[in-house]
Nanobody, 121 residues
Framework: QVQLVESGGGLVQPGGSLRLSCAASGSIFSISVMGWYRQAPGEQRDLVALITSGGSTNYAESVKGRFTISRDNAKNTVYLQMNSLKPEDTAVYYC???????????????WGQGTQITVSS
């Protein structure tokens, strides 16, 4: 199986910054895309940002210019640098990784455990 371990969540003030990390391990042959989703109370889980193995990125309009997604392919780790945080960024953030499994012909889509981000004074 492929396991994702997230870290870096917490409480920050509006305008502050936070950096999330997500490390993938397990039966991984290759990773095609890594992304971050978030889910606020009473809301659906929405894509925040993604990055392909080739380095292409995509961001939700609400976070463009404030958040930056990056990766370290050698470490199978994806990061989310969050700047100029707003109260509306408050949510549980989930890492998601898609790729090919070590078993030939298999693919995987794995989720992290979720980490709470609270932006409040």
């Amino acid at each position: 199986q492929v396991q994702l371990v997230e870290s870096g969540g917490g409480l920050v003030q509006p305008g502050g910054s936070l950096r999330l990390s997500c490390a993938a391990s397990g039966s991984i042959f290759s990773i095609s895309v890594m992304g971050w989703y978030r889910q606020a109370p009473g809301e659906q889980r929405d894509l925040v940002a993604l990055i392909t193995s080739g380095g292409s990125t995509n961001y939700a309009e609400s976070v463009k210019g404030r958040f930056t997604i990056s990766r370290d392919n050698a470490k199978n780790t994806v990061y989310l640098q969050m700047n100029s945080l707003k109260p509306e960024d408050t949510a549980v953030y989930y890492c998601n990784v898609v790729g090919r499994g070590s078993i030939p012909g298999t693919t995987f889509r794995s989720w992290g455990q979720g980490t709470q981000i609270t932006v409040s004074s």
